[in-house]
């Protein structure tokens, strides 16, 4: 009961996190399947969790993936407590963010302190972080960034052994999910360069400390993955790097913010801040310094695996650390307005409040829109299929041959997305027109139909001459015991 009383607030932050979360996730609660669920439904748990999960270098994912085949727990139900525990461990790192900057005095007054929670939620909760309550290993996902947040905690706080029980705390984060210690290196940044900007020397030395940390941390999984198994997608140095790839990979992260946000918003939020920052009363070129310093490592961290030639694109989840420099820059902007020279001094709090909402609001209509897009996705590719399936029985009656194969080929030149989606990978993309086809059509159907393969000649014969701007049955043929299909 002591505890209780004197862990009362964050308690209920916690608690408030969480609804905050609930509403915008609100889609999730029902059934939904990322295109690697398809997959898991059809290799199995244990198949899955052993070709993917370990070789991909997340033990962990792989464990609670095998002992949910143990127990015969169902996709649904276990995609669903994946989510639910997602949601607690986001929101507890709410929480713990949202102490550590009140320790600065940034919330003087409960308005101000309304704010902070608001930025501490933009940073774990930000618009690049969708994915991370969206797959089917969402807990673990979320539990590397719980982990990571910590991680900074203790550093910050200044425990004893700060550095090698932070490191620990890494350590088990990266092999969650490699791309959750993103958080890592962000928050420690923008601590020290906001708070302890005054001397210089800490801020290097934290600085050169958290990068080898999260450095050791991404080259162990390298290694596990590397050397214990020979068919892991974790590599280095596949491909040959050059400036173009680099130049197209900024562009979509900076300007276009993967198509989930507006094209030149965040840039504009970052340039809006930086204005903003002119009107510290005190260190304005020390404050403007470590703000971009921050906003580079970010958009480094995101384009690292590019750089190295991992062989990984931008993806969302990749890129956690460029989205959280939204909610870093709100925190700015509140610290300026707490600091800004007189004359401005008024006028900076309304625009950070003003702002500061607006974002928060924007990021919950993103969750929200995004996470029912990918519902109403999910349902046109199950309605589609059923029209495969109505097909496959047709033809079964009329030839007396049973179907058993599956053939799948993309063309590659229609549109990925149903109409009105978002077009932001993944969550809002058809699995038809994916390298999930096979067995998005496989689970829908009810049937799991052996792969076959499908020649240039076929192809050619079967939907080269043929074209359509939505689901067609142009794009089902049947020969023999294998059904053929062809997505965009």
Not at 16 to 45: E, R, W
Not at 180 to 195: D, E, H, R
Request: neutral net charge; charged residues 15%; glycine residues 4%.
């Amino acid at each position: 009961m002591e505890t209780v009383k004197k862990h009362k607030k964050s308690i209920l932050l916690f608690m408030i996190a969480l609804v905050l979360s609930g509403i915008m996730c609100f889609a999730f609660f029902q059934p939904h399947y990322p295109h690697d669920t398809y997959n898991i439904a059809k290799d199995g748990y244990t198949d899955y969790a052993k070709q993917r999960f370990l070789q991909d270098a997340r033990p962990f994912t792989a464990i609670l993936t095998i002992l949910a085949d143990k127990i015969s727990v169902s996709i649904e139900l276990c995609s669903l407590l994946s989510f639910v525990l997602a949601l607690t461990f986001l929101s507890s790192a709410v929480v713990i963010v949202y102490n550590l900057l009140e320790k600065e005095e940034i919330g003087e007054n409960k308005l101000r302190k309304i704010m902070l929670f608001l930025i501490s939620f933009l940073m774990v909760f930000n618009y690049l972080a969708v994915e991370y309550i969206y797959f089917f290993e969402a807990c673990m996902m979320a539990l590397g960034i719980f982990l990571s947040v910590l991680a900074v905690k203790t550093i910050i706080i200044e425990e004893k052994y700060a550095y090698i029980k932070s490191l620990l705390l890494l350590i088990i984060g990266v092999f969650c999910y490699q791309g959750s210690i993103a958080v890592f290196p962000m928050l420690l940044l923008t601590y020290f360069v906001l708070f302890k900007r005054n001397n210089i020397k800490e801020v290097v030395i934290t600085i050169a400390k958290s990068a080898l940390m999260y450095g050791f941390a991404m080259l162990l999984t390298i290694l596990f993955s590397n050397l214990l198994f020979q068919n892991t997608r974790i590599q280095m140095g596949e491909l040959v790097l050059n400036l173009e790839t680099i130049g197209d990979a900024l562009y979509c992260l900076v300007i276009e913010s993967l198509n989930v946000l507006p094209i030149y918003m965040h840039l504009a939020i970052l340039i809006l801040t930086s204005i903003i920052l002119c009107f510290n009363k005190n260190d304005k070129i020390k404050l403007l310094l470590g703000y971009w310093v921050t906003v580079l490592a970010s958009i480094i961290i995101c384009i690292m695996p590019i750089i190295t030639g991992s062989g990984i694109g931008l993806e969302i989840r990749t890129c956690y650390a460029f989205g959280i420099t939204i909610g870093i820059s709100c925190l700015f902007i509140l610290y300026t307005s707490q600091n800004a020279v007189e004359s401005a001094s008024r006028f900076l709090t309304i625009i950070s409040y003003t702002l500061i909402i607006l974002l928060f609001i924007t990021n919950m209509v993103i969750y929200i829109v995004v996470t029912n897009q990918h519902i109403m996705v999910n349902k046109l590719d199950e309605a589609n299929c059923q029209i495969i399936k109505k097909y496959i029985e047709e033809y079964e009656k009329a030839t007396n041959i049973q179907v058993t194969r599956i053939a799948a080929i993309i063309k590659g030149e229609g549109n990925e997305y149903y109409p009105g989606c978002l077009e932001i990978g993944d969550m809002t993309q058809s699995a038809l027109n994916t390298w999930s086809v096979r067995e998005a059509i496989d689970f829908y159907i009810g049937r799991w139909l052996k792969f076959a393969p499908i020649t240039i000649e076929q192809f050619l014969d079967f939907f080269g001459d043929k074209t359509w701007n939505s689901f067609s049955k142009d794009q089902i043929h049947i020969e023999g015991e294998v059904l053929y299909f062809c997505g965009n």
